[in-house]
């Protein structure tokens, strides 16, 4: 059974940093790329960053680049999103994810896994 836990969100102050992780277990074989998508309500989920399990190629969206960090340690199975200079509209629920399909999926509907999300708020 693939299990997807999320922690490490919280509140903190515009320009701060924060660090939110994914304990992953289960996951197949065939998994390609793990990645972080974010939500806020009334929006659809975006991909935030996204690295791939074999090769540590990594995306990130344009908002991010440059302030946030994603990483992976294959041996404990966890993935990692440190994120920098937070800004208000950074504010959303941080969902972990994995696909088994090949290049850099975008749509929520291409991953197979998920978390159930961890609060990240930003305050001004």
């Known amino acids: 059974q693939v299990q997807l836990v999320e922690s490490g969100g919280g509140l903190v102050q515009d320009g701060d940093s924060l660090r939110v992780s994914c304990a992953a277990s289960?996951?197949?074989?065939?998994?390609?790329?793990v990645g972080w998508f974010r939500q806020v309500p009334g929006r659809e989920r975006e991909l935030v960053a996204g690295i791939s399990w074999a090769t540590r190629t990594t995306y990130y969206a344009p908002a991010v680049k440059g302030r946030f960090t994603i990483s992976r340690d294959n041996n404990k199975n966890t993935l990692e999103l440190q994120m920098s200079s937070l800004r208000t509209w950074d504010t959303a629920v941080y969902y972990c994810?994995?696909?088994?399909?090949?290049?850099?999926?975008?749509?929520?509907?291409?991953?197979?896994?998920w978390g159930q999300g961890t609060q990240v708020t930003v305050s001004s």
């Open positions: 994810a994995a696909t088994s399909l090949f290049g850099i999926p975008i749509a929520p509907t291409e991953y197979q896994y």
């Open positions: 289960g996951l197949p074989a065939s998994t390609h790329l």
